[in-house]
């Protein structure tokens, strides 16, 4: 099974649409609220090599990057390949 992580805040809209989005594909995943722990904000902050945005996505440990680059994993084939190195 894929691990996936998902950065987040509670008044994000991309973080919601890419939620969604994985959502739609069956897929599960870890929320980590930034909001509500400063220290995970942190540990994002270093995971995404200073990426102050959210949402930030992790696919396996892999930085994919916010919704758009989600999206963009997704349509290439990229998010594909990034879920099949778990199985």
Not at 4 to 33: D, F, H, M, Q
Request: hydrophobic residues 40%; positive net charge; contains cysteine.
């Amino acid at each position: 099974m894929s691990k996936i992580e998902v950065y987040s805040t509670a008044v994000c809209p991309y973080c919601v649409a890419a939620k969604n989005l994985l959502k739609s594909k069956g897929l599960e995943w870890t929320e980590v609220r930034i909001d509500i722990d400063a220290e995970q904000r942190n540990v994002m902050l270093t995971r995404s090599g200073g990426r102050r945005t959210v949402p930030l996505i992790f696919v396996n440990d892999q930085h994919v990057g916010g919704f758009d680059d989600l999206v963009a994993a997704d349509r290439s084939g990229k998010l594909a390949r990034l879920l099949e190195q778990a199985s």
